[in-house]
């Protein structure tokens, strides 16, 4: 039996993916504004921007979930915190599954593993739904950046979702994630290349070239392979028109616009923490912080594709 109730709408998932600080954590919001959905925070059972370092694969080493000790250690791994210690210096433990532990029962979750097919994919499912059935939601769904590498499984897994690819200037996501890392170097390599400052920006622009370029090559291959289930949304036009956006996204998810969806707080560590609505300025402020060779480095490494974004 569904863990979610049918209702009978087209959308039984949504899948928000993009470059960090793209934007995901916005469309997020926006998305649960809605009482028909329900989508989890960040929770890389597919993957992370080291591909070893996902759930799935620390999952893995427990042994096949055909048989039930290891499915109860699994449940055990999870909800004791040794989960969270295993997670490396590069990352630390993902959101949503601390929010398992906090508000799903182990017992319960533990059964609906047993009940379901045990596969990966059945895994990830009552991991959606348990959410989703936190919050009454029809539709249930989840937003991790790093799963952009993996639409493709996202799209077999789950034939009636969708997916939102958020989309980003460069130079913005890497504006914003240089102030990120300079307020909280928590992970390497940030706390040991921040001591000498071109270094320490000098890496967050090679990462934001490489994580971005990726995104962008993807997004050509995603819009042709998957024309009905993929849908691209750049931040700046999102912000800037954000009610004609929103309904567009809505009828691309075949769900009600609600007019709540448009009254987001600014919770970013940005320049217009705590204010009500949307930030349009967010779209340019990258402009007034960047150096003159940032700017020039991602407009000759990426100068093709950020001609075709409109972003010259």
């Known amino acids: 039996m569904s863990l979610v109730q049918d209702t009978g709408m087209p959308t039984r998932y949504i899948f928000v993916v993009g470059v960090s600080r793209s934007g995901t954590t916005l469309m997020r919001r926006i998305l649960n504004s809605s009482n028909q959905i329900a989508i ?7 993957g992370h921007l080291l591909p ?25 791994y999870i909800y004791s915190g040794e989960f969270e210690k295993r997670c490396t ?3 630390d433990m993902s959101y949503h599954w601390q929010w398992i532990i906090d508000w799903v029962d182990k017992e319960v979750f ?18 959606m739904q348990v959410f989703a059935e936190h919050f009454d939601a029809a539709i249930a769904g989840e937003k991790t950046p790093a799963h952009l590498r993996y639409v493709p499984t996202l799209m077999e897994w789950f034939p009636d979702g969708k997916v939102i690819h958020m989309l980003r200037d460069p130079r913005a996501i890497f504006i914003s994630e240089l102030r990120r ?24 622009v090679l990462q934001t070239t490489v994580v971005w370029l990726e995104s ?11 024309p009905d ?44 923490l705590g204010s009500v609505g949307f930030d349009a300025e967010a779209a340019t402020r990258w402009q007034k ?15 093709k594709y950020l001609r075709e974004f409109g972003y010259t």
């Not at 989890?40 to 597919?46: G, S």
């Not at 070893?52 to 055990?76: I, P, T």
């Not at 309904?247 to 448009?262: A, G, P, V």
Request: charged fraction near 30%; hydrophobic fraction near 40%; aromatic fraction near 16%.
């Open 110 to 127: 533990l059964q609906r593993i047993l009940a379901s097919d045990r596969s990966e994919r059945a895994l990830f499912t009552v991991m």
């Open 181 to 204: 890392r300079k307020a909280a170097p928590l992970s390497l390599p940030f706390k040991q290349l921040r001591r000498v400052d071109f270094f320490f920006k000098l890496y967050i």
């Open 52 to 76: 070893a370092e996902g759930a799935r694969q620390q999952f893995r080493k427990l042994g096949s979930l055909s048989n039930d000790d290891n499915v109860r250690r699994l449940v055990e």
């Open 89 to 91: 210096k590069y990352r």
């Open 289 to 303: 912080h960047i150096d003159s060779w940032e700017d020039m480095w991602f407009r000759f490494w990426l100068g």
């Open 229 to 272: 289930r993929y849908y691209p949304l750049q931040f700046e036009r999102l912000v800037n028109q954000p009610e004609d956006q929103i309904r567009q996204l809505c009828d691309f998810l075949e769900i009600d616009f609600q007019e709540k969806m448009l009254k987001q707080q600014v919770v970013s560590k940005g320049f217009q």
């Open 40 to 46: 989890t925070d960040e929770n890389h059972f597919l």
């Open 216 to 226: 962008a090559l993807r997004y050509t291959a995603y819009k042709r392979r998957y």
